[in-house]
Nanobody
Framework: QVQFVESGGGLVQPGGSLRLSCAAS????????MSWYRQAPGKQREMVAA????????NYADSVKGRFTISRDNAKNTVYLQMNSLKPEDTAVYYC?????????WGQGTQVTVSS
């Protein structure tokens, strides 16, 4: 079955960096555009970054543009999110999933907390 395992979150001070990883299984990753999403307490889940199936095209939410970078390694079935210049408002649980397809499955996410 389709599975996503996110990792790499943690507690970081404002201005710090983290690199998130998402290990995908149960489908051919290289076939699908992928996205990172986040959900903060009391808020709806939002997409923060997306990448095309081969990695040649990326898109970002305005709130993270210039600070976050999405990438992928299809040979390793893994999608990454490099997060720099983190702000307190980036605090959320981060998830990865396919961008345009609903697999009906979400991982447990990884918690990112930005606080001094």
């Amino acid at each position: 079955q389709v599975q996503f395992v996110e990792s790499g979150g943690g507690l970081v001070q404002p201005g710090g960096s983290l690199r998130l990883s998402c290990a995908a299984s149960g489908f051919t990753l290289s076939t699908y555009a992928m996205s990172w999403y986040r959900q903060a307490p009391g808020k709806q889940r939002e997409m923060v970054a997306a990448i095309s199936s081969a990695g040649g095209s990326t898109n970002y939410a305005d709130s993270v543009k210039g600070r976050f970078t999405i990438s992928r390694d299809n040979a390793k079935n893994t999608v990454y999110l490099q997060m720099n210049s983190l702000k307190p408002e980036d605090t959320a649980v981060y998830y990865c999933n396919a961008r345009w397809v609903d697999f009906g499955s979400w991982g447990q996410g990884t918690q990112v907390t930005v606080s001094s």
